[in-house]
C-alpha cells in the first residue's frame, strides 16, 4: 500500500515542480483576477444601489461570497486537466499507462492536486495587495465550525471539478475535439456554480433544483459555507451526502469511460 502511494507521491512532486515553472503565469492570472473583482464589486454595488439587502444578504456579504469564489477557483477549479487529459489521448501518451502498474486517474489527479497547490498559493499574492481595499468590504461570519466544515466540503468540491473535467477528457477517445463539450459546461457551471450570481438568489423551486446537481457542489457549496450563505446544519449534512454521491457517481462514470475507450483506443490502434 505504501509503494502504491509513493507512486501518487512522485507524480505529485513531478506536478509540482512542473507547475512551478510556470508560477508566474499563475501569479499574473491572480493579479487579473482582481480587475474581474473590481467589476464583480461595481456591479453588485450598482444593484444595491437604493437597497441595504439583496435575497436577506448586505453589500458586504454579498462581496465576501465573490472574493470567497475568486479564492476557491485558483485552489479547486479545474483549469485545463479536460484539455491535457484528451492530448495524452490524441498523442499516443496514454499508452504508457497501460504498460506501467499506475493509475491514470490517479496520476492525472496527483498533478491536478500540484498545480492547485501552486495557484492556490499564488493568488494569495495578489489578495494580499488588495487587502487594504477589500477589508473594509468583507463580513466573514464568526463561527469556527465553518472552517471545520468548509474545508472537507472544498476537498470534495476539488474531486467533483477534476472528475467532470477527466470525464470531458475521456470523450476523446470518441471526439477528436472536446472543445465544444467544455465550453457548454463552462457556461453551465457559471450559471448553477454560482460564478455570476449567488444561487440563494434563484426562485425557491430553482434554487432546489440546482442542489440536486453537481454544479451546486463544484464551488457554490464550499462558498455558501465559508460565507454563512448556509447555516442550516441539516441543508449541510445532505448538502454533504449528496456531493458524496456526485464523487461517487462521477468515478463510476470515469471507470465506464476509461474501460470502453480504452477497448476503442486498442481495436482503432492495433
Do not use: C
Not at 71 to 100: C, P, T
Not at 203 to 230: E, K, N, S, V
Request: aromatic content about 18%; charged content about 10%.
Amino acid at each position: 500500500m505504501l509503494r502504491a502511494f509513493d507512486k501518487y507521491r512522485h507524480s505529485f512532486l513531478i506536478g509540482l515542480q512542473g507547475n512551478l515553472i510556470y508560477r508566474w503565469n499563475f501569479a499574473v492570472r491572480g493579479f487579473f483576477s482582481l480587475f474581474h473583482l473590481a467589476v464583480v464589486f461595481i456591479l453588485w454595488g450598482a444593484a444595491f444601489a437604493g437597497s441595504d439587502q439583496l435575497g436577506g444578504y448586505s453589500l458586504n456579504q454579498t462581496l465576501t461570497y465573490f472574493v470567497t469564489l475568486l479564492v476557491l477557483m485558483f485552489f479547486i477549479s479545474a483549469f485545463n486537466e479536460d484539455y491535457q487529459i484528451s492530448e495524452d489521448i490524441r498523442n499516443g501518451l496514454i499508452n504508457q499507462f497501460l504498460l506501467k502498474p499506475i493509475n491514470y486517474f490517479g496520476y492525472r489527479f496527483s498533478i491536478f492536486l500540484a498545480a492547485r497547490l501552486v495557484s492556490g498559493s499564488l493568488v494569495l499574492i495578489p489578495l494580499l495587495v488588495a487587502l487594504p481595499f477589500l477589508y473594509s468590504h468583507l463580513t466573514f461570519p464568526a463561527e469556527p465550525w465553518r472552517l471545520a466544515v468548509g474545508l472537507p466540503a472544498m476537498a470534495l468540491s476539488a474531486m467533483v471539478q477534476f472528475s467532470i473535467a477527466y470525464s470531458f477528457g475521456m470523450l476523446t477517445f470518441w471526439f477528436l475535439d472536446i472543445q465544444g463539450f467544455v465550453i457548454l459546461s463552462m457556461a453551465v457551471e457559471s450559471v448553477l456554480g454560482g460564478q455570476m450570481f449567488p444561487l440563494d438568489l434563484l426562485p425557491d423551486w430553482a434554487y432546489a433544483i440546482a442542489r440536486f446537481l453537481p454544479f451546486y457542489y463544484q464551488m457554490y457549496f464550499p462558498a455558501a459555507i465559508f460565507t454563512g450563505r448556509i447555516s442550516d446544519p441539516n441543508l449541510i449534512a445532505q448538502g454533504f451526502m449528496i456531493q458524496l454521491s456526485w464523487v461517487a457517481i462521477l468515478l463510476i462514470v470515469n471507470q465506464a469511460l476509461w474501460s470502453r475507450g480504452l477497448r476503442r483506443h486498442t481495436a482503432v490502434g492495433g
